[in-house]
């Protein structure tokens, strides 16, 4: 490759891997899997060491990600949380084996394998056998502190019980991965399939989003569960190696892996990583690898680690199951936004147990990569992904008569040409009064997750639309009594209950208007820290890029540049400036979290410290009505702290509190100190 074609690649792929981690860790909605991300990755490294010329201070193969959101207190941790390097082929494992013998300079050494779980890592600290403090991974030297939301894992004890002939030591940091179950996976997406809103794409996903809720009681609602897969800071040392770890889990009834093997030599791992993908299926989760450990802790100190992953550990991804069926038809899809998606509708076929009959080819530009035609015999995948695949087409098996496929040039539903937005491969309905996509906004708006309007479900938004009542999520708030009797015998309690359902939302807390809105990306995370940051909709509608980035910097944690161009694209289009007017027009006066009281310096020089669920405050909002009245957030209780501010199911905070003799205060008192009564 010639040198500017180079740089020129490096470039976008730096660009490219960035938007990737962002959407993965941040927002939790990647684009694409992880095997193509790898192959994004190695592409990098590839350029990066030929042409060292380009090489730049930050380069996206060097770190590992980023979870941390707004809303949680930062954590440094002791010792780095890392990722593992990915290796794909048995030759790949063996030369793994091969630096580790070169490098201890020996090779009578054991391995522990075990299945690399499919969630997100997470640090637990116990102090005196107390739990207290979880944090995720964050960018590997600081993670969020989610302790609240993992303190809902059953599973997970808050103390530790000393075993016989055992003393407990005074830190311990454990590691592990919390995820959701298959099954629980499966019945929070039907939930979310019956009131109307988007499906998660995999439960590593839903775990990770999950934990960063920042309402602890809708996080105890779904079901997380932990596994303990290593040890971090321990004082003083409890184990001398992996395996010894885990039988001192197992003994204390901890939550640990369903299986791991302990394996002389290479041989012996690569014997116990087939079995495990033997046996992987009938887990309680998704398994998408293996983790080969050096066993003994003194060698893995020896190994030691480059600035992204340990050098005695590796992960082995499995190869993920794939069937060979033909592609019957392809139909398209119109999203909220008006996206068009295609979809292949398959002969039926068995997978990874389930039957597919459908699968995302994602894009126009996809199908012609990888020139997919109807008739063509494909192979599919799941893929850790519970939405399948098209990975590639049996060539050999395709019929002759088998014609190039021809994206549509007109929106499927209303018929309006269709169009390539700059700067994406997704193509377009441009028309917002598309039928569907009228449907979907509106759904999605009328949504628990976003305005919350009771009796506004898919089949009476089907039937508003239909009737061309609402074109505008704005109409919602002009319909009339007299119009919604039309539709049935016996209809007026309902459409007296929808009508005060509507009023009602009118005066909703500013983060479900936004998130209502649906911006791409926005999810409810990033609307409820746009609500505290912007707290009136008309300012959020008119930031400008530079509000949200500076010189590469985010301004507002939690908004990375992927939802900036988002939200900023969003509002940049007249129709939805206009919208905003609307709904104003038609009486919304969203709620800005709890008002902050500018300029006054009442907690000035005192440290609040969170714990527990407030009735109405999140976490977010109380930090902003501290911090705007000159007072301090503290993640831990000490005695320099002025008062912990507790509400439902407050923990070992609380217990602190009161034993460092701490004044504990409710919301109530709260709003009355603030108010200041
Ligand atoms: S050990 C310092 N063991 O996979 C290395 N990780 O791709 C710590 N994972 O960040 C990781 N199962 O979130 C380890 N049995 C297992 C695992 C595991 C899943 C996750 C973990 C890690 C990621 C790396």
Not at 6 to 21: G, K, M, P
Not at 59 to 81: E, I, K, Q
Not at 161 to 168: D, K, M, P, R, Y
Not at 317 to 332: D, G, S
Request: proline share 4%; aromatic share 6%; glycine share 6%.
């Amino acid at each position: 490759m010639k040198s500017a074609a180079a740089q020129a690649r490096l470039i976008q792929l730096r660009a490219e891997i960035t938007r990737h981690d962002e959407l993965y860790y941040r927002a939790a909605q990647p684009e694409i899997n992880d095997r193509e991300y790898d192959r994004l990755k190695a592409e990098l490294a590839e350029l990066e060491a030929k042409f060292p010329e380009f090489a730049v201070a930050a380069s996206p193969t060097d770190r590992v990600g980023d979870d941390r959101l707004t809303g949680f207190a930062t954590y440094r941790h002791r010792l780095p949380l890392q990722s593992l390097d990915n290796t794909y082929t048995e030759e790949e494992l063996r030369a793994f084996h091969t630096r580790l013998v070169k490098q201890l300079n020996r090779e009578d050494f054991a391995y522990v394998v075990e299945p690399k779980i499919d969630g997100l890592a997470v640090s637990v600290t116990y102090e005196q056998g107390k739990l207290v403090r979880a944090v995720t991974r964050g960018n590997g030297e600081e993670g969020d502190d989610v302790t609240e939301n993992v303190r809902t894992i059953r599973t997970l004890p808050q103390e530790l019980q000393a075993t016989e002939g055992q003393v407990l030591p005074d830190v311990i940091e454990i590691r592990g991965e919390i995820f959701l179950t298959t099954a629980e996976f499966q019945r929070i997406n039907q939930e979310r399939e019956e009131e109307g809103e988007a499906l998660y794409a995999n439960p590593r996903n839903l775990a990770a989003g999950t934990v960063k809720l920042l309402d602890s009681k809708e996080v105890a609602r779904r079901k997380l569960e932990i596994v303990l897969y290593g040890v971090g800071f321990c004082e003083p040392a409890v184990a001398e190696s992996q395996s010894q770890f885990h039988a001192l889990v197992r003994q204390r009834g901890q939550p640990t892996l369903e299986r791991f093997w302990t394996a002389q030599g290479i041989d012996e791992a690569w014997a116990a990583v087939r079995r495990l993908d033997e046996l992987r299926h009938a887990f309680r989760y998704g398994t998408d690898g293996a983790v080969v450990k050096l066993d003994n802790f003194r060698w893995q100190r020896e190994a030691g680690r480059t600035a992204k992953a340990p050098r005695w550990a590796i992960a082995y991804k499995f190869e993920p199951e794939r069937a060979e069926t033909r592609i019957n038809a392809i139909t398209v899809q119109v999203g909220r936004t008006g996206v068009l998606t295609p979809v292949a509708e398959l002969e039926p076929v068995a997978l990874s147990g389930s039957t597919v009959s459908r699968a995302t080819l994602h894009n126009r530009d996809e199908i012609e990569r990888k020139d997919i035609r109807v008739g063509d015999y494909v192979l599919v995948e799941k893929a850790g992904e519970i939405i399948p695949a098209v990975i590639e087409v049996v060539l050999p098996r395709r019929a002759p008569q088998c014609v190039p496929y021809q994206f549509p040039t007109a929106c499927p539903v209303c018929g309006t040409a269709v169009m390539q937005i700059e700067g994406e491969v997704a193509m377009r309905c441009p028309n917002a009064n598309c039928p569907t996509q009228v449907r979907r906004r509106l759904t999605h708006f009328a949504s628990k997750a976003a305005l919350d309007i009771d009796g506004l479900g898919t089949a009476m938004v089907d039937e508003l639309v239909a009737r061309g009542w609402v074109r505008e999520l704005s109409d919602v708030f002009r319909l009339r009594r007299d119009d919604l009797l039309t539709l049935g015998k016996n209809v007026e309690k309902s459409a007296d209950n929808l009508l005060a359902a509507i009023a009602a939302s009118k005066t909703c807390d500013l983060w479900r208007l936004i998130h209502g809105l649906g911006i791409p990306h926005v999810g409810v995370a990033a609307s409820k820290d746009l609500a505290s940051h912007f707290r009136r909709i008309e300012s959020l509608s008119e930031a400008k890029f530079e509000q949200f980035i500076a010189n590469k910097q985010t301004l507002i944690s939690g908004i990375g540049e992927v939802m900036a161009r988002s939200i900023t694209g969003f509002f940049n289009e007249p129709r939805n400036r206009a919208l905003i007017l609307d709904l104003i027009r038609a009486g919304v006066r969203p709620v800005a979290p709890a008002e902050r009281a500018t300029g006054s310096t009442r907690f000035a020089g005192k440290t609040f410290v969170l714990t527990g669920t407030m009735p109405t405050l999140t976490r977010d909002e109380a930090s902003a009505l501290i911090e705007a009245a000159g007072g301090k957030v503290s993640g831990s209780v000490s005695k320099k702290t002025s008062y912990v501010l507790a509400g439902s199911e407050a923990g070992s905070k609380l217990d602190k509190a009161r034993e460092l003799g701490v004044p504990v205060i409710d919301e109530a008192e709260f709003r009355r100190m603030q108010a200041g009564d």
